[in-house]
């Protein structure tokens, strides 16, 4: 979301970190209880002497434009790229006017002073369903050297239903529905740039105890900023590039072995050479759609491994496990068909 950048629009006064600034995201889902928790940490932070900006989605977005295009979600891949999902959705006029004029507010002086001992933050509400949203905001993060940390509220789909069923304007049940299918909660152990996370159930209210545990996780990302990137933007690029090839490669390679094999099984079955051929051109579309969507999931960021590069067989993995799926039921379409 253009929000994002607008508010951390602070080039200004880049410095190599920024001790007294941090991003802290809250994902979930709708109604989980999000904006309640954010509201508390707010009132909560302030009392400590904190600076803090809140970030409401709800308050940028329409909730029927909301609904509108989580509708059409439904029949995406289940990676679609960030600016076709829910989260992204409205009228991109309405949300550019609205991230101009939050842009115009004054912000905080601190802001214009890099060597200020004040503590700033900022609390992005949103749903961010899939870690590919999240990463943006990490990557933003990483790119003005500031902290960055990431709260998932874990609630049971049941009482997410029913709240929302309180809310003045609520959501249609399928909404919620839809996003349950989507949601990729937080995985330090898998991303080591979510390392900085906390898992709170908000099935109960909030106590002191649980924004303690928040200003903790907070204090600890102030106190550990992260690591500005370096000024070698093209190579980079070219290594990360390079490195997207040789998956990309690698992938192909596995799913044209699966379709040799499974072009051999078929031809056992003495079917004629038009339905081969058929048969040779589904499984070639199906293999092309895969390794696109493999090459977005990568751009994404979505096999890191630890040491901060792509995790090359993870991600071949993937692709192939999701090609052998689709292949299988090419195939039992095509045995429907012989018989």
Same mark, same amino acid.
């Given at each position: 979301?253009?929000?994002?950048? /607008?508010?951390?629009?602070?080039?200004?006064?880049?410095?190599?970190?920024?001790?007294?600034? +941090?991003?802290?995201?809250?994902?979930?889902?709708?109604?989980?209880?999000?904006? $309640?928790?954010?509201?508390?940490?707010?009132?909560?932070?302030?009392?400590?002497?904190?600076?803090?900006?809140?970030?409401?989605?709800?308050?940028?977005?329409? %909730?029927?434009?909301?609904?509108?295009? +989580?509708?059409?979600?439904?029949?995406?891949?289940?990676?679609?790229?960030?600016?076709?999902?829910?989260?992204?959705?409205?009228?991109?006029?309405?949300?550019?006017?609205?991230?101009?004029?939050?842009?115009?507010?004054?912000?905080?002086?601190?802001? %214009?002073?890099?060597?200020? %001992?004040?503590?700033?933050?900022?609390?992005?509400?949103?749903?961010?369903?899939?870690?590919?949203?999240?990463?943006? #905001?990490?990557?933003?993060?990483?790119?003005?050297?500031?902290?960055? +940390?990431?709260?998932?509220?874990?609630?049971?789909?049941?009482?997410?239903?029913?709240?929302?069923?309180?809310?003045?304007?609520?959501?249609?049940?399928?909404?919620?529905?839809?996003?349950?299918?989507?949601?990729?909660?937080?995985?330090?152990?898998?991303?080591?740039?979510?390392?900085?996370?906390?898992?709170?159930?908000?099935?109960?209210?909030? $106590?002191?105890?649980?924004?303690?545990?928040?200003?903790?996780?907070?204090?600890?990302?102030?106190?550990?900023?992260?690591?500005?990137?370096?000024?070698?933007?093209?190579?980079?690029?070219? !290594?990360? %590039?390079?490195?997207?090839?040789?998956?990309?490669?690698?992938? !192909?390679?596995? +799913?044209?072995?699966?379709?040799?094999?499974?072009?051999? $099984?078929?031809?056992?079955?003495? &079917?004629? /050479?038009?339905?081969?051929?058929?048969?040779?051109?589904?499984?070639?579309?199906?293999?092309?759609?895969?390794?696109?969507?493999?090459?977005?999931? #990568?751009?994404?960021?979505?096999?890191?491994?630890?040491?901060?590069?792509? !995790?090359?067989?993870?991600?071949?993995?993937?692709?192939? &496990?999701?090609?052998?799926?689709?292949?299988?039921?090419?195939? /039992?379409?095509?045995?429907?068909?012989?018989?």
């Amino acid at each position: 979301m253009s929000i994002y950048i /607008s508010m951390m629009d602070v080039k200004r006064n880049e410095t190599p970190h920024r001790h007294g600034i +941090c991003l802290c995201l809250f994902c979930g889902l709708p109604a989980a209880g999000k904006t $309640t928790l954010l509201k508390a940490l707010s009132n909560h932070t302030t009392l400590m002497g904190w600076t803090t900006w809140s970030l409401l989605y709800d308050d940028l977005i329409p %909730q029927e434009a909301f609904t509108e295009v +989580c509708m059409e979600a439904k029949s995406q891949p289940h990676h679609t790229n960030p600016s076709q999902d829910p989260s992204s959705c409205g009228s991109d006029h309405e949300v550019h006017q609205r991230c101009m004029a939050l842009q115009k507010q004054d912000l905080p002086a601190t802001l %214009q002073a890099p060597h200020s %001992q004040e503590k700033i933050l900022f609390l992005l509400d949103d749903n961010f369903y899939y870690q590919s949203m999240r990463y943006e #905001v990490y990557q933003l993060a990483r790119k003005y050297g500031v902290g960055f +940390c990431q709260v998932y509220l874990q609630c049971p789909t049941e009482l997410c239903v029913s709240r929302n069923r309180g809310r003045a304007v609520p959501l249609s049940e399928e909404v919620i529905l839809e996003m349950v299918k989507r949601m990729e909660p937080p995985n330090p152990l898998k991303n080591s740039w979510e390392q900085n996370s906390l898992t709170l159930s908000s099935c109960e209210e909030f $106590t002191n105890h649980n924004l303690q545990s928040l200003t903790t996780l907070i204090s600890s990302a102030f106190d550990n900023p992260l690591s500005p990137f370096q000024n070698d933007t093209e190579k980079r690029e070219m !290594d990360r %590039q390079s490195c997207a090839n040789s998956v990309l490669h690698q992938a !192909d390679q596995a +799913c044209r072995r699966l379709v040799s094999k499974a072009m051999l $099984t078929v031809r056992e079955k003495s &079917i004629s /050479s038009e339905h081969l051929s058929s048969l040779a051109k589904e499984l070639n579309k199906s293999k092309a759609r895969v390794l696109q969507d493999l090459r977005k999931d #990568v751009n994404c960021g979505l096999f890191i491994s630890p040491d901060d590069s792509i !995790d090359t067989g993870r991600a071949v993995a993937h692709a192939v &496990i999701l090609f052998d799926r689709e292949l299988g039921e090419i195939m /039992s379409a095509v045995q429907q068909v012989s018989e």
